[in-house]
Structure formats: structure tokens, C-alpha cells
């Protein structure tokens, strides 16, 4: 069963510039997440999606980070414009609907997108 | 909201010593609490999990213990390998809200 794939792997860019990252989930889980892992920390949580439904974006700084996921499967997130101070590797994450009785379910991990804003 | 705190930042033992890596978490409704590994250029994986019902697991040379009264949990790896160096995090989840410790990163000497 192939895992969560992200593209791309690396991307350096201009500060000021967009930048895309994309995520192809594990088939079947309809539950996405997007982290920012900064260096020498651990993921943050940017947004989570269930199915298309964004049901939790209270940490993605909307001013300038934006995603969507138009049928339920992969996910685009976005940066327009870019800042020095974005420079992270972009997570994505995926699992299967919670159980049933409120048990939370394991979270896959792709490889990542190392962003460099110069 | 939940904040998580993991200790020690780095670590290095000698092969075929033992590891612990101990975490404390601070929202009491923390329910469920995975440790994932993570080496270079990768995402993080999964390694071992444990719920807020249970309050030991064991899973070959990898283990992880719960005290919900003290709101800490700890990963103690034993017969450490070279290649179980790689950075470790802890984290704790009450519903999706999934936090993460700062990281331990380990390091076997062989």
C-alpha cells in the first residue's frame, strides 16, 4: 500500500513569491492534515480536513496560507506571498475516520516539503 | 490547550543500552499519547501508542508507560541498535488536537 506522497520534496524560492505543496493521501482515509515543522521542533498543526470539509483552520495565518482539498482526497496548500520566516518543511498527514467511542486513530506521515524562502 | 514538554533534547548511549525519553502534558483530558521516530528527510513514523485506559505497552525491545495521575508518559527503548538513532517526539491528543513534544534526538554509539 503506497503512503502519503508529497510534492515537492524541496523548493527554494524568492521571498515575496507563491509557493504550492501537494498531498496524495493513503487510500481511504478521509481525515488530512497539514503541519509546519520547524527546525529542531515538532509538527504544528495548520489545518485538518475531513473529506473536503476544512473542520479545523485555527492555526493557519490566513493572511497569506491557504488550502483546500475540492474532492475529498488530495490537498493543495498554499503561501502567497512567501516570507523569510516560512522557511519549514510542510507535513502532511493522513488517517481513517475517528472510531466509534471517541478513540483517535494513528496518523501517516508523508516525507515532507523543505521550503527555503531566501 | 494542551502543551506537551519533552526531555532530555539529545541523548547518547553506547549500543545495547537502554534509552528513556520522558514527556509530561498538561490537559488532563488527554486521551491518547504516540510516539513517532523520525529520521533524516523523512516524516515522522509511528512507533508505539498507548491510551489514557492502559498504563503500560510493550512491543519487543520498545516500550511506553502512562502515569495519568502525574500527566507523564515515557518511551524506554532497550538493546539499542545503531540504527534506532534518529529523532523521537512524544505527543498527546484529547479528540484530533494532536500536540507534540520538542523532540529527543538520540543518538547510538556502536
Known amino acids: 500500500e503506497a503512503g502519503v506522497v508529497q510534492s515537492p520534496r524541496y523548493k527554494i524560492i524568492e521571498k515575496k513569491q507563491p509557493v504550492a505543496f501537494w498531498c496524495n493521501p493513503i487510500s481511504g482515509h478521509n481525515t488530512l492534515y497539514w503541519y509546519l515543522q520547524n527546525l529542531g521542533q515538532g509538527p504544528e498543526l495548520l489545518i485538518r480536513y475531513e473529506n473536503e470539509e476544512a473542520v479545523d483552520d485555527s492555526q493557519l495565518p490566513k493572511d497569506r496560507f491557504s488550502a483546500e482539498r475540492l474532492k475529498g482526497v488530495d490537498s493543495t496548500l498554499k503561501i502567497q506571498p512567501a516570507e523569510l520566516g516560512d522557511s519549514a518543511v510542510y507535513l502532511c498527514?493522513?488517517?481513517?475516520?475517528?472510531?466509534?467511542?471517541?478513540?483517535?486513530?494513528?496518523?501517516?506521515f508523508g516525507p515532507g516539503t523543505r521550503l527555503t524562502v531566501l | 490547550g494542551e502543551n506537551v514538554e519533552q526531555h532530555p533534547s539529545t541523548l547518547s548511549v553506547q549500543e545495547g543500552d537502554s534509552a528513556v525519553i520522558k514527556c509530561t502534558y498538561s490537559d488532563s483530558a488527554s486521551n491518547y499519547f504516540p510516539w513517532y521516530k523520525q529520521e533524516l528527510g523523512k516524516g515522522p513514523q509511528l512507533i508505539i501508542d498507548i491510551r489514557s485506559n492502559v498504563g503500560e505497552k510493550k512491543d519487543q525491545r520498545i516500550a511506553v508507560t502512562l502515569n495519568k495521575t502525574a500527566k507523564h508518559f515515557s518511551l524506554h527503548i532497550t538493546e539499542t541498535q545503531p540504527e534506532d538513532s534518529a529523532v523521537y517526539f512524544c505527543a498527546a491528543s484529547r479528540v484530533y488536537d494532536m500536540r507534540f513534544g520538542a523532540g529527543t534526538r538520540l543518538t547510538v554509539k556502536p
Open positions: 498527514a493522513s488517517s481513517l475516520e475517528r472510531l466509534a467511542g471517541g478513540h483517535n486513530n494513528e496518523q501517516f
